[in-house]
């Protein structure tokens, strides 16, 4: 799931030039890092929700 979502990120062009970590624990991702406004944030973690298999999304993006 780790891998699909990286590579959702890659395809999105707001997300790819980010260094945005993910991790998965069972069917939950889990992303961290830092993005630049309130709507990335929520972007990202629409993107990672899209994937096939994740059941939820933690989301732990900073905003500075």
Sequence with gaps: ITAKVKAAFLKD???KVLRI???TVKDVVH???TV???MV???AAQVAGGVDGVASVKNDLTVK
Excluded: D, I, P
Aim: aromatic share 0%; charged share 35%; proline share 0%.
């Design 21 to 23: 970590k993910v991790r």
């Design 31 to 33: 992303l961290s890092g």
């Design 41 to 43: 944030k929520a972007h």
């Design 36 to 38: 630049k406004s309130a």
């Design 13 to 15: 062009s707001e997300l």
